[in-house]
Every structure is written in structure tokens, then in C-alpha cells.
């Protein structure tokens, strides 16, 4: 495992591994692929809502009503781009993740247009297209639970509690966040702790035990992380709906509890530590960490700073993994790196700098300049986003040749 210091050789890179030999076609590029559109368009117009926010844009407020631009803007984070990486790597790792077959291609496929149909017909300023789209992402959604649930059913019973169940349950509660009203802070919060947190409980034991040496939680740990896991769904449902702060509190104090021992029974900070200074133990550090800090500001402050908590979550737990593991591998699934090592950690810890500068309130000294300072992270925003997505995006371009050459070669046959 390459580990790196912070020495002069920081910046150089060992050549790329070669690139895998495919057993079977790969899927996981066709969801990403369409999870970096998604992207696009959610955070361009996420950065419009914030510099909106900021008074920047006031000469354009009104033009479209901000209230309505959030709520697609949360729509296409949480359900499109979220969505698509978290099935890509469900689909893709299940059989990994779970001992069991893959699904069958020619399903996962389907979905997939499904779920691109969705986000496009969401684009559509009518309210039946609205209510299409959603029926159309819903039905590709719980047509992707059926499929992980056949996976679950036809994989390792010791996994079933404590990865299987958490896959399902997070990709149902997707479909469900479909129908709700994202841009109200409240069901944002839901939909996060449901959705993309609960899929990366489950899927990151397979890169903690794997990669770094950790433990999965299986058998009795993994129901016992079930058993948790069943008490912070039901808590978080009854403070959406209830939205008073003993209610946010007591969900942060069950999620915190959870979230402990997650950390303990899985061994991550020993593993971590294993793992050196390397992109993937920061993605894991921060996406696995950033809960636990939401978890403890709901138990401190209810439902105080629902916003804040809410992209902490968002763009710290959620995001840092997706970069991370998506680099990983589509580099070893294309023979060549998404972005270096040494330069994917750079892009890490500049994206937490942006994470703070979202989620933390700016200095009284700060806020006087600023018009002076503003610019700067606006354009780190821009590159961050534009480095990594031309770097991907040409990995899974190779990836999807190479699939396509396979089926060729697989007919010829």
C-alpha cells in the first residue's frame, strides 16, 4: 500500500497499476458517468443559490424564485448525483460487498435510463412533469432494492444484518425522499441520515476491512448495528416530523451512540492509522467522522442550525468518499489514474476548507471584506470541480471502451 510524506517526493508519483482484467462487464461507469452530469448541475446551481445568499447575485433575484430553486437544487444533490454514485458502487460491489452473484446487467441498465429519465423530465417547469419525474425515479430506485434484495437473499447470511439490510434500506429511503420537500431543511436532514449515510455505513466495511485491515460487521455485531440502526431511522422520522428540538436531540443521541460504535467494532482508527497519509483514509476519515460531529451538534444544539448540519453532511460525509472512491477504481478498472495520488490528497484537503467555509459562520472581520475575499473561494469551488470531473470523466470513458470491446469479443465468440 503506497503511503505518502511530507517530504520533497510528495508530489511524484509511482506509475498507475495495470488496468484489471474484467470477469465481468463492469456497470459502475454508466451510473458515475451520469452521477458527474448530475453533479454539474446541482452544484453550479447550488453555487448560484450561495452567492444569491451572499448578495452577489441581487440584481437576478427573483427571475426564478429561490425557494423553488432550492428545492431542486436539494432534489438533484441528494436523490440524482448521490443516487447515482451510491448505486453505481451497490451494483457494481455488491457481490463483494455481500457474497453473492451479480445482477443481471440488462436490469441495472433499464434502471439506469429510468433514473436518467427522472432527472430530465425534472428539468420541465410543469408540475405533471414534476410528478413524473418522480414516479419514474421511484420506480427505478425500488427496481434497484429488488435487485440488491435478490443479492441479499442469494449472499451470505453473516452479511445480511449489517450490510445487506442498510444497502436497502438506504436506496428505499431515496424513493421515499423523492416525494418530499428537500429544500426544507428538516427532510433534507432525513433524507441524508436515511439515504447516503446509511448506504456508506454499509459499503465503506468493505474498503475498512479490504484495504486497510479492518473488521466488517457481521453476525452478532452486525445485528446488534441493525438493531442501532432501525433506532436512529425511527427517531430521525419522528423528528422530521415533529421538527422541535428534544426530538433532533434525542436522534443525534441515538446516532451518536451508533456512530461510536461503528468506529469501534469496525476497528477505523486503528485501520486509518494503518493506512497512512493517503486519499482514501482521508475520504474515509472525514465521510466517516463528519457524521458523528452532525450527530453530536443535533444532541447540543436540536434543531438550532438544521441548515448547517445539513451540508456538513452533505459535503463532508458524502462528498470526500465519492471523490476518493471513485479515483480508486476507476483507476484500477481504466490503467490510469483519475488524478495522481499525491495530488488527489491536495483536492481532498482543499475540499475541506470548503466544507468549513460553507458550514462555519464567516469572521466579523471577514464579513466586513467581503466582496475582497469571496472571489477566491468561488474559483477553488470552479477547480475543484473541474479537475476532478475531466479526470474522471476520461477514466470512465476507457472504462466503458474496454466493457464495449468485452461484449464484442463475448458475441464473436
Known sequence: MMRYRLTGRFFHSAPPPPAMVFNREPLMQRFWGSGLL??????????????????????????????????????????????AFLLGFALQAGPHLLGSPPPPLPQALKLLGLFQAGWLLSWLPFTLAWDLSRLVTTVALLWAVWLLAGMVRSGLPAHRAGIGL????????????????????????????????TVILAAAQQLIANVLGGQRLIDQ???????????CWATTTRAAVWNDE??????????????????????????????????????????????LVAALWLLLDGNAEQDRVL???????????????????????????VLPEPWL???????????????????????????????????????????????????LWIIQTRARAMRANASND
Open 311 to 337: 451540508h456538513l453532511l452533505a459535503l463532508g460525509a458524502v462528498v470526500p468518499l465519492i471523490v476518493a472512491v471513485t479515483a480508486r477504481v476507476a483507476t484500477f478498472f481504466s490503467g490510469g489514474y
Open 246 to 291: 428534544g426530538s433532533w436531540r434525542l436522534a443525534g443521541a441515538i446516532w451518536t451512540v451508533t456512530l461510536i460504535g461503528y468506529w469501534i467494532r469496525t476497528g477505523l482508527w486503528q485501520a486509518l492509522r494503518r493506512g497512512g497519509v493517503q486519499s482514501l483514509t482521508m475520504a474515509l476519515g472525514c465521510g466517516l467522522a463528519v457524521p
Open 221 to 231: 455485531n452486525g445485528r446488534w448495528f441493525a438493531l442501532l440502526l432501525a433506532g
Open 38 to 83: 448530475f453533479m454539474v448541475a446541482g452544484f453550479g446551481l447550488g453555487l448560484w443559490l450561495w452567492l444569491e445568499q451572499q448578495g452577489w447575485l441581487s440584481g437576478w433575484a427573483g427571475v426564478w424564485p429561490y425557494h423553488d430553486l432550492r428545492a431542486v437544487h436539494a432534489s438533484w444533490q441528494i436523490v440524482y448525483f448521490t443516487g
Open 345 to 395: 490528497i491536495v483536492v481532498l484537503g482543499a475540499w475541506i476548507g470548503v466544507i468549513l467555509l460553507r458550514v462555519l459562520p464567516p469572521w466579523p472581520s471577514m464579513a466586513i471584506h467581503l466582496d475582497q475575499w469571496l472571489p477566491l473561494p468561488v474559483a477553488l469551488i470552479a477547480l475543484l470541480l473541474g479537475v476532478w470531473v475531466n479526470g474522471l470523466a476520461r477514466r
Open 166 to 197: 442498510p444497502l436497502i434500506g438506504g436506496i428505499a429511503a431515496l424513493a421515499v425522499a423523492v416525494w418530499l420537500p428537500l429544500q426544507q431543511p428538516q427532510w433534507g436532514l432525513w433524507a441524508l441520515w436515511l439515504g447516503p449515510v
